[in-house]
């Protein structure tokens, strides 16, 4: 059964704690009560990394990466996104995102996502 809305189909979005430092640290863990479409992955610098592999991996579940963000040496206030995921995420899997090599680099996570027009209503 699906919504009678078209509202489901808005672009919504969720933002996260700063990321920490460090290689291959996992942060900006994110639920959601609804199934969703995960579309894109976005983050804002916030400390420059200093290792040109700065960045993240884009994880569901915590055990495959679906997507990366490089972000490289780029100064703060930069914006850096993954490619479109356009991936189906169930109910209160989870999205996160797990640091590159850089030990230094510290970003603003920001998910990008739909409502599942199956997605079950409370």
């Known amino acids: 059964m699906s919504y009678d809305s078209p509202d489901y189909l808005i672009r919504r979005e969720q933002s996260m704690a700063p990321t920490t430092a460090g290689a291959t640290t996992e942060g900006a863990k994110f639920r959601s009560f609804q199934a969703m479409k995960l579309k894109k992955v976005h983050a804002a610098v916030i400390t420059a990394g200093t290792h040109a592999d700065h960045g993240y ?66």
């Open 57 to 122: 991996d884009v994880y569901v579940n915590g055990t495959t990466s679906v997507g990366t963000i490089s972000l490289g040496t780029a100064a703060a206030k930069a914006l850096a996104s993954s490619a479109l995921l356009d991936l189906n995420v169930a109910t209160m899997d989870q999205v996160s995102v797990k640091s590159l090599a850089d030990v230094v680099g510290v970003a603003q996570i920001v998910y990008e996502f739909e409502v599942r027009p199956d997605a079950v209503e409370s």
